[in-house]
């Protein structure tokens, strides 16, 4: 039951706003909102409003391959794959990031939200003060999001090198309720570019619509 006394009465459902850990919990139990895999220590991985997610398997990595400038008007998926190095890690294999690495990952869990919840992922503290920048802008993840997350990580602490690992955790999820469900989900909207993925998606500046329109040869 929810500690406090004001919140005995209340259901996860009840919640509008930030949800608090027991609602967190609650939700999860109930398949509301949905990690996969769930760790068999997964209540331990919540704080007061927030849930650890962990690093996957699979990141890109920035190279000095490819084009030397990327036009944020015209750059495609595959310019941008051209620029990267995929690094997949074995269970538990360390990473070595230094001040010259931009990196795009997934996190090891899939994440499925409700058409009522919103998520935002949050860098943690510990890496934070060791100068690693996680997820610093385009931090939500929109009602009906179906996928692993991606993030975006580098770090500013100059003339060191950082050692980071497969499976641990890299940042964290809190959930914001909203007051009705939206009237399109992220799993229907033409702007869907990331979702539905394992893989550390690469920028996909032009879109899905942009991109079926170069494919038929409109303008």
Request: aromatic content about 8%.
């Amino acid at each position: 039951m929810p500690p406090s006394k004001a919140s005995k009465n209340l259901s996860a459902n009840q919640i509008l706003g930030t949800l608090p850990d027991w609602a967190i919990k609650e939700c999860i139990k109930k398949g509301i909102i949905k990690i996969d895999p769930l760790p068999k220590d997964w209540e331990e991985a919540i704080d007061e409003v927030t849930i650890d997610f962990h690093l996957g398997n699979k990141l890109r990595v920035f190279t000095d391959e490819g084009l030397n400038t990327i036009d944020t008007r015209f750059a495609t998926k595959e310019d941008m794959e051209s620029m990267m190095r995929l690094v997949e890690l074995k269970p538990g294999q360390p990473f070595i990031l230094t001040e010259h690495d931009f990196v795009i990952a997934t996190t090891k869990e899939r994440l499925t939200l409700p058409n009522d919840v919103v998520g935002h992922l949050h860098g943690k503290s510990s890496l934070a003060r060791l100068g690693v920048v996680v997820h610093s802008t385009a931090a939500r993840f929109d009602p009906g999001w179906d996928g692993h997350p991606v993030l975006e990580f580098g770090t500013f602490l100059k003339g060191k090198k950082l050692v980071i690992y497969e499976g641990s955790p890299i940042c964290a999820f809190s959930f914001e309720k909203l007051a009705v469900p939206v009237e399109r989900s992220y799993k229907r909207s033409p702007n869907n570019r990331y979702g539905g993925s394992d893989m550390p998606k690469v920028s996909n500046l032009m879109g899905k619509r942009a991109g079926a329109t170069a494919r038929h040869g409109h303008k």
